[in-house]
């Protein structure tokens, strides 16, 4: 609806507890005590309306008065208006212009940047002694994989993700770190301007952008694609490392499926599909109220911020049943760990291509013998993944 239902309630106030515990390394108790009542949630102190279940937040996703462009947004306002930031009409052509991981690209993609990572990644774990699957796999796949697209050398990787660690951590809570967040960004955009200068390769992402821009002066012409590359670097890494972490979590958990994935029994797409409902990587996305509106049956105010928890609604028992329960086996319904809509996940193609693939290539190559020791706590906010998970990854003698 693109007005007010004259019948529509007033949103129920969000409990002590749920406020408290959102946004926390353990938010679970938190979604489950929202999505145990019905409607929208206000918080007073966030002035926030909090949208957990699955039926509300898939209309919010879609709600042509919920809008994404804000100015003072974090990645407005370290990357400038790209496609994430922008709303109808001019999200359709910024959309267009980054339709880089379709079915059309993603074969090239697979093979020239996410099959030789993986197989290097293989390679390297190829010991008896404990590894941490954030630093070994989560953190380097995406990370490399991403050089790889843009057309940078990917052992340049651990410098890219240490000068990601300010603008995700400033994207995450913008109550901290902007100068710091500001700095390393124009630090990426320094070694991206120098790439350019210096030419990359033919094909690769960079080189695409910069085609494609406008026929302006020099300067002009490379700003659109150092914005669109900068949003690519910090969103293809951290949500794709968090999602690494969080399926070896679950796997840890239920070890009978890495057998499974091992002997066939059970697609690696599926397991990577549960893992992403169960525990996605990003656990919450903002729309604002361009003018009032009802979302469900509850009036929203025009000007209103509004929270879709999205790792919630992929918990929401009134669509998925026994939602807590891990069970790759059956027909999971559509969930929103790439958020949906307009705005949905430009690059979810590419983060399900590396995480099957790194999840084929390692049942096939390991046993999976358990944690070294306790895994670390999960990081609170809206990127949600554990700190470390020690594994013993044991050599097969053959490959399954």
Not at 62 to 82: E, I, K, N, S, Y
Not at 255 to 282: C, F, S, Y
Not at 388 to 397: A, D, G, I, K, S
Request: hydrophobic fraction near 40%; proline fraction near 11%; charge should be neutral.
């Amino acid at each position: 609806m693109t007005s007010t239902d004259p019948d529509a309630t007033t949103p129920r106030p969000a409990t002590e507890e749920a406020a408290t515990l959102l946004g926390s390394p353990d938010p679970w108790p938190g979604y489950a005590a929202l999505l145990a009542r019905p409607g929208l949630h206000y918080a007073q102190p966030e002035h926030t309306y909090y949208v957990a279940r699955h039926s509300d937040v898939h209309r919010g996703l879609r709600h042509p008065d919920l809008a994404v462009g804000f100015p003072f947004r974090a990645t407005r306002q370290l990357f400038g208006p790209t496609a994430i930031d922008l709303d109808a009409p001019r999200h359709r052509a910024a959309r267009r212009r980054v339709s880089w991981f379709t079915s059309r690209h993603m074969p090239t993609w697979t093979q020239t940047a996410v099959i030789p990572v993986v197989e290097d990644l293989i390679e390297r774990a190829a010991t008896d002694a404990p590894v941490d699957v954030v630093k070994t796999f989560a953190q380097p796949l995406p990370t490399r994989v991403i050089c790889r697209v843009l057309g940078l050398p990917d052992q340049e990787w651990p410098w890219i993700w240490q000068q990601l660690r300010p603008v995700i951590g400033h994207i995450a809570d913008q109550r901290t770190g902007m100068q710091a967040a500001l700095a390393s960004r124009d630090a990426l955009a320094d070694r991206l301007q120098h790439a350019l200068r210096i030419g990359v390769p033919h094909g690769s992402l960079l080189a695409r952008l910069t085609a494609e821009a406008p026929p302006t002066s020099p300067t002009e012409r490379t700003a659109e694609p150092l914005r669109t590359a900068l949003l690519l670097l910090a969103a293809g890494t951290e949500t794709t490392a968090a999602a690494v972490g969080n399926l070896f979590w679950c796997l840890l958990r239920h070890p009978h499926t890495w057998d499974e994935v091992a002997d066939g029994t059970i697609p690696a797409e599926a397991v990577v599909t549960e893992g992403l409902r169960l525990h996605p990587p990003l656990h919450s996305t903002v729309r604002f109220a361009r003018r009032a509106l009802t979302l469900g049956d509850t009036a929203i105010p025009k000007g209103a911020r509004v929270q879709l928890l999205l790792a919630a609604a992929n918990r929401d028992p009134s669509h998925f049943g026994a939602s807590t329960s891990w069970n790759p086996h059956h027909p999971a319904p559509p969930h929103h760990a790439f958020g949906g809509g307009p705005h949905a996940c430009i690059g979810a193609q590419l983060a399900l291509t590396e995480l099957k693939l790194l999840l084929i290539a390692l049942t096939q190559h390991f046993v999976l013998a358990g944690p070294a020791h306790p895994a670390g706590g999960f990081r609170a906010g809206p990127f949600h993944y554990p700190d470390e998970l020690p594994v013993r990854l044991v050599p097969r003698t053959t490959p399954a």
